[in-house]
């Protein structure tokens, strides 16, 4: 069936909102989407019928049980990966603070390629330490001392591997071209060697849209032996998942960034996971998913997450591709679609009806005197995430007049700081930045240029 935008729309009862007498665009996506009916009352059931904490020999916490199971097993589908490597968190950022200072750890796992422990003792340690242990002790010694972040990506996977300075790490950062605002894969190949015991790096740049070739980059990581730690975050809400093709040790997403609530979801491979010697209680699981899950988990923020994957597998089973042009294989059409398969569909339906609105906007953009596009040109993998600039016009007061109009868009630099510094974009207060999501419109992107127009 053909994508129904209104069917979708349907479904979200926020974007009924009206500002100023004018219908609101939520063109704001990249910094968290609406939520569908299904996702608030997934999480108003809960907290009515099955609030407790995990764990109890009683109904309500025997529901939470389940309904906790239930969602690692949908999220698992949405991951491509296996319920016990998927677990909860806050959000992104708290997961990869915890990951972050869990690889610090002096007994680490296991390295990717290589076979040797990470880190190792070092070469130099006197009387039984380990260089660089504590703060400001300088650069550890021993063989994978050595972090590769990116230009490129969100201060949630750059400043948790920055502050593993203090305990002695090298930090190296790669760089993008400038142009087509996209990891230099050779700067990047050439920043890893014997020495590097992680490589973060983001899988979609949520400032200008980018998609990196996470799979080639993690062969490349994987080749020099570090393990790897992916920022699904952007691009969790503009395609398929599939930790197990990218082949990645660890890949973190927000289910707030796909139609669900405020929830970090972190996938760790089973083999490097079991080993990751996580800051927990020692009251608290060391089993796989709740090694990294410290804490009353946010229940309620579960039950919806559950809801938002069954949406996407929805919107699959309704306006999905099958056979050929899904490239997935199993049921051709007629045939009953398993939830993975609805969730995959779902996802390219969606980026199917969004690149095509996202080309029409860049191309209109572009042709408004004082507009700058940036990201990368037509050829390149990119979400429908389009970021630009006006001559004239501070991006600040760019978004505030649009959000005068109901016509909701972010500026600044989205936590995304180091983009904005090598593309010198601080004159201008940084990037206007539109996002489309499944729910908006032809109609709504007509509303943004006109505005953007009228303000050149
Ligand atoms: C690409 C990217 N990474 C990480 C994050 C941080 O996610 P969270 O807010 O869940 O910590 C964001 C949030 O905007 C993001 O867009």
């Known amino acids: 069936m053909k994508y129904d935008v209104n069917y979708i729309r349907r479904q979200f009862p926020a974007l009924s909102l009206k500002v100023n007498g004018y219908p609101a665009a939520f063109l704001d996506g990249p910094g968290g989407t609406q939520v569908p009916r299904r996702v608030i009352d997934a999480m108003v059931n809960y907290l009515l019928t099955a609030n407790a904490n995990a764990g109890g020999p009683f109904l309500t916490s025997q529901e939470s049980d389940r309904i906790i199971g239930e969602s690692r097993l949908a999220l698992a589908d949405f991951l491509g990966a296996d319920p016990e490597e998927v677990s909860f968190g806050q959000n992104t950022t708290t997961l990869m603070f915890s990951l972050a200072l869990a690889l610090a750890r002096e007994d680490g796992v296991q390295g990717a390629g290589q076979g040797d422990r990470h880190p190792v003792p070092s070469a130099g340690a006197k009387d039984g330490q380990r260089a660089g242990q504590g703060a400001g002790q300088g650069t550890r010694q021993g063989r994978r001392n050595e972090i590769l972040v990116t ?162 597998a929805d919107v699959g089973e309704r306006f999905g591709f099958r056979g050929e042009k899904s490239g997935m294989e199993g049921p051709g059409p007629g045939e009953p679609l398993s939830r993975r398969q609805k969730v995959v569909a779902g996802m390219q339906a969606m980026e199917a009806y969004e690149q095509p609105l996202a080309d029409y906007l860049r191309a209109e953009l572009a042709a408004i005197r004082g507009v700058k596009i940036y990201g990368p040109p037509k050829g390149y993998r990119r979400t429908s995430t389009v970021s630009f600039t006006m001559e004239k016009l501070p991006s600040g007061k760019v978004s505030a007049a649009l959000g005068e109009k109901g016509i909701f868009v972010w500026h600044g630099h989205f936590y995304a700081s180091r983009l904005i510094e090598v593309l010198e974009l601080e004159r201008y207060g940084g990037l206007v930045r539109v996002g489309l999501s499944p729910y908006n419109t032809a109609e709504e992107v007509e509303r943004l240029l006109q505005e953007v127009r009228r303000l050149s």
């Open 151 to 312: 230009q490129l990506d969100h201060e949630a996977n750059r400043g948790p591997w920055e502050d593993l300075q203090a305990l002695g790490f090298v930090v190296k950062e790669a760089r993008i071209d400038p142009e087509t605002c996209s990891v230099d894969l050779k700067d990047f190949e050439a920043k890893l060697s014997e020495k590097t015991r992680v490589a973060a790096f983001g899988y979609a740049a949520n400032s200008v849209g980018t998609v990196s070739d996470v799979k080639e980059m993690t062969r490349l990581a994987h080749q020099a032996g570090a393990l790897t730690v992916v920022d699904a975050v952007h691009y969790a809400l503009h395609g398929p998942l599939d930790v197990k093709d990218l082949g990645v040790d660890f890949l973190l997403c927000s289910a707030y960034k796909f139609f669900g609530p405020h929830l970090g979801i972190f996938y760790g491979k089973k083999t490097v996971y079991e080993e990751l010697p996580t800051y927990r209680l020692k009251v608290q699981s060391a089993e796989i998913p709740h090694r990294i899950e410290t804490g009353t988990l946010n229940h309620e923020g579960i039950a919806g997450a559950r809801e938002a994957v069954e949406f996407i």
